[in-house]
């Protein structure tokens, strides 16, 4: 089954306007994690860029998906539910 493609969606982080490609299950995640903290889209990435992770923004918020769902925070139904939304396999 091959990969969905990624989505591009304008996002505001650090005060400047950026547009940021991510495939549909991580704007999925990111949906998700704002509704829970009750955040907005652009402070889940405020958040996921002064995250220690050293790389492009993509990849950190990549990694701070993973991390979050990945937390003791996470009842296991939940990650359930974003393991079914995923539209791809990883093996």
């Known amino acids: 089954m091959p990969v969905p493609s990624e989505r591009p969606r304008n996002v505001t982080i ?40 050293r790389g492009n923004l993509s990849s950190a918020i990549r990694v701070y998906v993973l991390a979050y769902f990945r937390g003791p925070r996470v009842r296991p139904a939940a990650r359930a539910r974003l ?4 539209t791809w396999n990883a093996g």
Request: glycine share 6%; proline share 5%.
């Open 14 to 53: 650090r005060g400047k306007r950026t547009s940021m490609r991510l495939e549909p299950g991580f704007w999925d995640a990111i949906d998700e994690i704002a509704s829970r903290e009750g955040l907005a889209i652009d402070e889940v990435f405020e958040r996921a860029a002064k995250s220690p992770h």
């Open 83 to 86: 393991q079914r939304r995923s």
